[in-house]
């Protein structure tokens, strides 16, 4: 089968790889159909997040049909449309009994933190992902759902993360009524957080980013205030006077390991360094936001980033919440937006090709070249 893998930083190309096979009685061989690139692998792409193994496939965003199941497998048939979350979790562990499936303890027990995610690199279980023409799904009963017939592919296959992340970011952010919210980032997450940020009762939304064309979506897609950071000298200074100097009730940091915003130059570890790996994002959230307020936390930041104002977070009694989102728990209520016709997930796609040209689907989505926002592969 064709698979995207990964040879090293900035380098991706299309292998031929063996069909996987059923290794497991409770696993699946899932053939993909459409599978997204998320912000998350460009930090994978860019070399940031450790133990990620050249000839390793990425993708943690798929959808497919049953190609082949164990023979513990109960809940699925050979032929069923399903989306995958994109935790590979047991379902029955502590964490997972819990709800913290993207903590699962049975995939990657020697982990300390994070549990099993598709494609992620070997600190996330070594799990080949779903940027290929096939992909073997561990747990078959647990994650994979059945597609219901009136919901599009694409809009399943933003179920699998994007649109989950930025549901769950919001829910973290524990939003009252008439709450400032404010999200930096306008990719795919935090034009998803900033929509989700109204179902949940906020008063005031604000996107923060330097690409104007997704700016533009945010206000389109989410109805949210935008604010260009590099049109002002210091944007926490901005946050202060529109919100009464009093900071945002709630932000949402949907950035993550990106050293200085400007994703047109490679970002490497050693530049970080160089830097002293401070996460922009992460502090500008935390000096944006009131005394007493609440900072989620959906961006992922590698062990290069250690820097955080976590004396400012604690003097000003901040509550930081975070997590890999456990995707599927917010599949119910997402289900309900979308068949009600408040959501139109799909709606933030702009390109969409064939597995093949994989490649150049991550330089544009790294570069943010052609305003790209959300890019499917097709299989
Ligand atoms: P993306 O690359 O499309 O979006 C990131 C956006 O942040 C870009 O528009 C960029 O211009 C903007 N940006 C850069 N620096 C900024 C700054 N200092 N302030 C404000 N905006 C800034 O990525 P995405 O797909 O939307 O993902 C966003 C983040 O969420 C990534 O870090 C990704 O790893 C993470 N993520 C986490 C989970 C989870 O479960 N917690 C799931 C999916 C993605
Ligand atoms: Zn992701």
Redo the contacts with the bound molecule.
Sequence with gaps: MKAMVYRGPYKIRIDEKDIPRIEHPNDAVIRVTQAAI???D??LYHGLMPDTRVGTTFGHEFIGVVHEVGPSVENLSVGDRVMVP?NIYCGSCYFCARGLF?NCHNVNPNATAVGGIYGYSHTCGGYDGGQAEFVRVPFADVGPTVIPDWLDDEDALLMT??LA?GY??AQLGDIREGDTVAV????????FAAKSAWFMGAGRVIV????EY?LAKAREFAQAETIN?AEHDD?VVTMKRTTDFLGADVVID?????A??N?TQHITAAKLKLQGGSP??LN?AIDSVRKGGTVS?????GPIFSAVKFGDAMNKGLTLR????P?KRQWPRLLEHIKNGHLKPNDIVTHRIPLEHIAEGYHM?SA?LDGC??TIITT
Aim: aromatic content about 14%.
């Design positions: 998320c912000g998350s460009l930090h994109f993207s993360d994007a992340t769950f970011g930096f980032g306008a990719g795919p997450v935090g034009l923060i980013d330097h690409l997704r950071f944007i949907a950035v993550g390991a990106e200085d915003g994703l922009i994002a500008w936390v959906m961006g992922a930041y975070m997590n890999q989102a995707a989505f943010k926002i959300k």
